[in-house]
């Protein structure tokens, strides 16, 4: 496990030569079980894999990975002197990166098992052969396995490799494989024990139907029962982006992005995302994208849809908090490196394509299902620190989430390296007024067919809700001591996610332009509300570009942002069953629905004062945007050069990068 952030994620320490009471060979070592690992836990195995059967495999590199780890941590921290000196890709492989000579060791290994060379370079290397040859270069028994409908290959055995180039292998990916499931189980907690879920209930020709009024507290439901002795209010239908930006201190700011790059990680790529974002601000009086604003980087071998969904939302969001930074939409393949958000990352850092860089995407749990990559994961999140990059990610709509009755979180948000973004649901009063936010954690309940009741008592059921918790791999980072209260870190203290939060409540969420499939299978444009931390994700990236904008390249943001950890909204909770609850209602597919937000508990999720593992830190103020405006000079590369040497797109308004953070 991780003790702190200069602590490598796979340590194999030491000269790749093999030491003369070294085994022949050595284990390949990961933070924690893998989806590979969990597949054949839970398998049934069937027989040995047929051995002449073709795979794919892919040997990651660690090049100096203790130097990595340092360096990263040195140049993120405000108090140390070298905070701000960030590394172009080139100086960042040529300082960190394997040399010529171990990925040269590392091939000749691999080309005398049979093994055929697909690629080599500072990344890893890519081969290809028989399951036989596999088994003689990584010392394993093969096996196919199900587990219920799935089939699949697997290695057996613990990964090894000769101790020659022990010290040089970060991780083996690719020797199992097959149907495997896209995410793991997961117990949704009832809001209370032996508790079922409703069915909707259809709604009444007279249904009464949103007046979609334009704040928060604007519209009294008159003709809907009371709830917690008290009238509910029509929540709005989506807010515009103006508004979030108003009630965030945006506006104030006079900010917009401009000369900022905001990457977005993508799993596919949604033709029409450009499209849509366009015609939406077009009638929403909102800035579309100017030439050369927009750029997709697509990997050959990725795939494509017509629905924008997901990744039009995170466009959108971003562009709705930095009207004027570039968008950098990069969709990966798997047919190089196996997975495609790694693919997609790795893009990003290696060309360095981006500021900052929001994913919207969960690739595995922690512990015991992680990404078979997460060692490379940690490598590539380093990197981005040291080349100046800021990573966020959703840390997930699935609450405290359970696997196999174990308190679990959502993985890349929990790496250490990465902000973890939680969800809130805002109140946004009249002149786009900041009325406070709540943890978003929903229950929810129907309007009853004869209209007089609710259909099952106030709160009702649990819906959607933040992803956060406690890592039980990664130790807890420098830069959440003294902030993050033991109650949530635990003994010994771990790394706690999410670090902050934004507007998620799909309910209360931003009004957002896609084009999708209605139920007929039809292909259209439709406006709704966007919702779940993968909102929350890119509007916070795209506040974290207008910081970018007046202070430079912010690189791994955590320490900066904890440093100024009162300087976020305070959250609040909001008890079910008191006269001053919380409760809105909505329309949804024609029946009327009562929401109840901040239902934590429910949702396996813990709450107290100030940093929470529901929503971290808080959301963004103008307070905390003002603060990253430029200092007298200290430590830190110019912003001019970083521009020049950083291979930053366009221009960054300010001349210095403050380099006493919290002085």
């Not at 209010?233 to 930006?245: E, F, I, L, M, S």
């Not at 196996?338 to 990352?345: A, Q, Y």
Request: with cysteine; hydrophobic share 35%; aromatic share 8%.
């Amino acid at each position: 496990m991780l003790g702190c952030l200069i602590t490598t994620v796979v340590s194999l320490p030491g000269a790749s030569a093999a030491r003369a009471d070294q085994p022949d060979r050595l284990p390949v070592e990961h933070p924690t079980d893998t989806v590979a690992d969990q597949m054949v836990r839970e398998g049934i195995r069937i027989g040995p894999t047929d051995p002449a059967t073709q795979l794919t495999a892919r040997v990651f590199l660690k090049g100096d990975a203790n130097g990595l780890a340092g360096y990263a941590r040195a140049i993120s921290d405000p108090a140390d002197p070298r905070y701000g000196h960030f590394l172009t890709p080139a100086q960042t492989r040529g300082r960190f990166g394997p040399t010529q000579q171990r990925i040269d060791a590392v091939t000749t290994w691999l080309r005398g098992t049979g093994l055929s060379i697909d690629l080599a370079g500072s990344r890893g290397v890519v081969v290809h052969g028989t399951v036989a040859q596999a088994a003689s270069a990584f010392g394993t028994r093969f096996a196919n396995y199900t587990s219920g409908e799935r089939q699949f290959r697997a290695a057996v055995d613990p990964i090894t490799v000769p101790a020659a180039v022990a010290a040089d292998v970060l991780a083996v990916t690719g020797l199992t494989a097959g149907d495997k499931p896209t995410k793991p189980p997961a117990d949704d907690p009832p809001p209370e024990p032996g508790a079922q879920a409703p069915e909707k209930v259809a709604g009444r020709a007279d249904t009464p139907s949103s007046p979609c009024p334009a704040y928060f507290g604007d519209t009294p439901a008159t003709t809907l029962p009371p709830a917690y002795g008290h009238p509910v209010q029509w929540a709005p239908c989506g807010y515009t982006p103006k508004q979030v930006r108003d009630a965030y201190g945006i506006t104030g700011t006079g900010l917009t992005g401009k000369g900022v790059t905001i990457g977005i990680v993508g799993s596919t790529y949604a033709v029409n995302a450009l499209a849509d974002a366009n015609r939406f601000a077009a009638e929403h009086g909102e800035p579309p994208f100017a030439p050369g604003q927009f750029a997709a980087y697509v990997a050959p071998g990725a795939g494509t849809s017509e629905a924008s969904g997901e990744f039009g939302m995170d466009i959108q969001a971003a562009h709705a908090m930095a009207p004027e930074a570039n968008i950098a939409y990069v969709v990966g393949s798997a047919a190089t490196w196996g997975d495609r958000v790694l693919d997609g990352i790795g893009t990003i850092v290696e060309q360095r394509l981006a500021d900052v860089v929001s994913g919207s995407i969960t690739v595995g749990r922690t512990p015991g299902w992680a990404p078979d990559a997460i060692a490379a994961y940690e490598r590539l999140f380093q990197e981005a620190a040291v080349e100046g990059i800021t990573v966020t990610f959703a840390s997930g709509d699935s609450g405290g989430g359970l696997v196999d009755g174990a308190r679990s979180v959502e993985y890349p948000a929990s790496s250490p390296w990465v902000t973890g973004v939680g969800g809130t649901t805002l109140a946004i009063g009249p002149r786009n007024r900041y009325q406070g936010e709540v943890v978003w954690a929903t229950d929810s309940t129907d309007l009853a067919a004869d209209g007089t009741r609710w259909e099952y008592e106030p709160p009702g059921y649990q819906g959607g809700a933040t992803g956060g918790g406690t890592s039980t791999v990664f130790g807890q980072p420098f830069y959440q001591h003294d902030v993050v209260p033991a109650t949530f870190a635990g003994t010994p203290p771990m790394r706690t996610v999410p670090d902050v939060s934004a507007l998620a409540d799909p309910d209360l969420g931003l009004l957002i332009g896609t084009t999708g499939y209605d139920l007929s299978g039809t292909l259209g444009y439709t406006e709704d509300n966007g919702g779940g931390t993968s909102l929350a994700s890119p509007l916070f990236a795209g506040i974290e570009a207008l910081l970018v904008q007046v202070h430079g390249p912010l690189g791994f943001a955590n320490p900066a942002l904890y440093a100024r950890h009162h300087m976020f909204h305070g959250i609040h909770d909001n008890p079910a069953g008191t006269p001053n609850t919380i409760a809105f209602a909505v329309s949804r597919r024609g029946a009327v629905t009562l929401v109840t937000p901040g239902q934590y508990a429910n949702a396996n999720l813990e709450f107290a004062p100030g940093y929470t593992t529901a929503t971290g830190l808080g959301s963004p103020t103008r307070e905390l945007i003002d603060s990253f405006r430029p200092r007298p000079w200290r430590y830190g590369i110019s912003v001019s050069q970083c521009v020049e040497s950083c291979g930053r797109v366009g221009t960054v308004s300010g001349s210095l990068i403050d380099g006493g953070v919290g002085q």
